[in-house]
Each structure stands twice: as structure tokens, then as C-alpha cells.
């Protein structure tokens, strides 16, 4: 089946700094992907639509220049979070839409950000 | 406006019983999808139902859609104290994608051996 791979899985950074997170589709061409975000015992919050070759579509709340979204190509999303601070810290959740027809998204398996 | 509002929030059951989640949603969608989530990993897929369907099943999961009152259930049968995890409806968030999806606030199963 389709796999969605993130990485890194975990990531420990100072604040002030940026944080780069993969997202690949392993098997399949995803022309868009999807990045949520989901706060401890929380539900999952879209951020932001990737879409290959072109500009990320952000959700309303979302800062653009805070997470920095790129989708190079077929196979790779990165979301770059500029400048963390330990509001920041959370688990970030990539999806890859299939082609074909699929009506479901493979989910990557996650990655948790903590900013100290 | 945040769709998918679940109930209940926390679900505490013995292994062997069954366990019911109820999902509801505002506006008029097309699927409905139920994920589980293990603590601190990713999403499982775990079944759709399309807006013309009533009820569908998948292993010990049956999953019922009630258009009329925009909700659906998730019963897991004759519990595991493997199926602890959290789950989660979401519905289609609109636009050209089917991709993107609203998500319930999910429902935390605890089931005890």
C-alpha cells in the first residue's frame, strides 16, 4: 500500500531557531499534500494545502511566514517552521492525496516538534 | 467552523464489550471517514462511508451515516485491549480536493484487560 514517510520523527531545537520537516510519498506521485497540526490530547487542525509547483494554500489563523511550506516535487513537501518558540511545540502531521481516484490520504506517521 | 464534534470525549470499557462513538457534522458532505490514532503516532485509516450509504462494516468495525441528522457511529465489537487509542471522524473541508478533511475531536477509547 501507499506510504507516507516524515522526517525526522522527533526534533529538539532552541528557540529562535528553524526546523525543516520532510514529507515524502515513498510510492506513489502526490500532487497536493496536506500538513495539520495537533496539540496533546487534541484533535488534528489543517494548516496549510501544498500543491506541487505552486504556492501553498494557508488556512485562516495560519502565519505563512511562520511555516514556510515547499512542495519541490511530485514526491516531497517540507514545511519549515522560522524561528520557533515554545508555543511552536507540536505534533505536525503530513498527508499525501493519491491519484486515481482515491477518496482517502495516506498519513505520514508524524513529527513531534519541542522547542525549549 | 470546526466540523465533526464527537461523543463521548473518553470511552473506559472491558475487553470483550463493545464500544460506540458518535460523530456529528454541519454541513452536507459527500464521505465520512473514521481514523484511529495510537498515542503519539500517526493516523490509521480505518473506513468511509459515502453520503448514500446507511451502514458498512469492516471486521469487527460497523460504521452507520445518518445524513438527515448529519451524524454517523463507529461500534467496534467485542473489544481489544489493542483497539485503546483515540478515533476520529472527518468529513471533506471542501474546495476541489477530497484530501482535505475536517476532523472531529475524537474520542479517547481505553479498553481495560
Known amino acids: 500500500g501507499a506510504v507516507v514517510s516524515q522526517h525526522p520523527s522527533r526534533v529538539i531545537c532552541k528557540s529562535g531557531t528553524s526546523v525543516k520537516i520532510e514529507c515524502r510519498s515513498l510510492?506513489?506521485?502526490?500532487?497536493?499534500m496536506f500538513w495539520y497540526r495537533q496539540f496533546p490530547k487534541k484533535s488534528l487542525m489543517l494548516m496549510a494545502t501544498?500543491?506541487?509547483?505552486?504556492?501553498?494554500?494557508?488556512e485562516q489563523g495560519v502565519e505563512k511566514d511562520k511555516f514556510l511550506i515547499n512542495h519541490a516535487s511530485l514526491t516531497l513537501s517540507t514545511l519549515t517552521v522560522t524561528s520557533a518558540h515554545p508555543e511552536d511545540s507540536s505534533f505536525y502531521i503530513c498527508?499525501?492525496?493519491?491519484?486515481?481516484?482515491?477518496?482517502?490520504?495516506?498519513f505520514g506517521p508524524g513529527t513531534r516538534l519541542l522547542v525549549l | 467552523s470546526q466540523q465533526g464534534e464527537e461523543d463521548p470525549q473518553a470511552l473506559s470499557i472491558q475487553e470483550g464489550e463493545n464500544a460506540t462513538m458518535n460523530c456529528s457534522y454541519k454541513t452536507s458532505i459527500n464521505n465520512l471517514q473514521w481514523y484511529r490514532q495510537n498515542s503519539g503516532r500517526g493516523l490509521v485509516h480505518l473506513i468511509l462511508?459515502?453520503?448514500?450509504?446507511r451502514e458498512k462494516h469492516s471486521g469487527r468495525l460497523r460504521v452507520t451515516l445518518d445524513t438527515s441528522k448529519k451524524s454517523s457511529s463507529l461500534l467496534i465489537t467485542a473489544s481489544r485491549a489493542a483497539d485503546t487509542a483515540s478515533y476520529f471522524c472527518a468529513t471533506p473541508a471542501g474546495g476541489t480536493s477530497y484530501g482535505k478533511l475536517t476532523f472531529g475531536q475524537g474520542t479517547i477509547l481505553t479498553v481495560h484487560p
Open positions: 498527508s499525501a492525496e493519491g491519484t486515481g481516484g482515491l477518496e482517502t490520504q495516506y
Open positions: 501544498s500543491n506541487e509547483g505552486s504556492k501553498a494554500t494557508y
Open positions: 462511508i459515502r453520503s448514500n450509504e
Open positions: 510510492d506513489f506521485q502526490a500532487t497536493t
